[in-house]
């Protein structure tokens, strides 16, 4: 069975492939200070919980915060006897092309996101993932990533108005009734649910204006079922797209 690990500024995410079905997800906080041990300790309770005993042959990690990936490699070689495929690793084959600036590092979720899009859907795509940044990642017609965007994610957002003006309060993401709220609150839910769909849809058409050719858009992450709610921009919804991504990934380094 495959280990894919995905992680993220904010989170870690942990998911147990089958071959043909993920068993379970794992989530937990990304810190740079944990050791594999305690990566162990954490993952063996929650698989004794669920009642879980997989044989794990392979890991795959995709990380935006090199300085976690030294434990998880460790982790990988101490619990499972095997040596972690780590995406943007020059030993990490990707199935697609990255056609971008010459010097330019592309975050390995981009490019999972990528990999999983075009297996999924093929090419020119647009892909939005709602995580500690919001970025909008862009595959052309052969699945090659050639670009994209990235915006200031919802949450950073919400804490950056809430710490640099001391009179407004930290608040929840909902979608608000009204667009013209009538107290502090609903002002503050107006402006950043309504703001960032415009954010959504601008940027979005303004990408397929400039690509010149139809593109599906797809969304991925925690807070992509609240701004479906907004905005029929969004063709698709992948929870595991990054997952399955990785997946993809691992089965193309076994191939070749």
């Known amino acids: 069975m495959l280990l894919a690990i995905d992680c993220g500024n904010t989170n870690t995410v942990f998911s147990i492939w089958d071959g043909e079905t993920f068993l379970c997800t794992l989530r937990t906080s990304t810190e740079h200070q944990r050791t594999a041990d305690q990566y162990f300790v954490w993952f063996s309770t929650l698989l004794e919980h669920y009642g879980l005993r997989p044989d794990i042959s392979g890991v795959i990690i995709s990380s935006t915060v090199p300085r976690v990936v030294f434990n998880l490699r460790v982790f990988s070689d101490r619990y499972f006897n095997c040596r972690p495929l780590v995406v943007g690793k020059p030993e990490c084959r990707l199935p697609v092309d990255v056609r971008v600036d010459a010097g330019t590092q592309v975050g390995p979720d981009r490019l999972v996101n990528t990999v999983a899009g075009y297996d999924l859907y093929g090419g020119d795509l647009i892909i939005v993932d709602f995580g500690t940044a919001t970025t909008f990642d862009v595959v052309d017609s052969d699945g090659a990533y050639i670009g994209g965007v990235i915006a200031p994610g919802v949450n950073l957002s919400l804490q950056a108005l809430h710490e640099a003006a001391a009179a407004l309060p930290h608040i929840d993401v909902t979608k608000p009734d009204r667009?013209?709220?009538?107290?502090?609150?609903?002002?503050?839910?107006?402006?950043?649910?309504?703001?960032?769909?415009?954010?959504?849809?601008?940027?979005?058409?303004?990408?397929?204006?400039?690509?010149?050719?139809?593109?599906?858009?797809?969304?991925?992450?925690?807070?992509?079922?609240?701004?479906?709610?907004?905005?029929?921009?969004?063709?698709?919804?992948?929870?595991?797209?990054?997952?399955?991504?990785?997946?993809?990934?691992f089965e193309t380094n076994k191939e070749g």
């Open 179 to 249: 667009v013209i709220g009538t107290n502090t609150v609903d002002c503050m839910k107006s402006g950043v649910f309504w703001g960032y769909v415009g954010l959504i849809d601008g940027i979005c058409h303004r990408v397929k204006a400039e690509h010149g050719r139809a593109m599906t858009v797809i969304a991925t992450g925690g807070l992509a079922p609240l701004f479906q709610q907004g905005t029929d921009m969004f063709d698709m919804f992948e929870d595991n797209l990054t997952m399955h991504g990785l997946t993809v990934i």
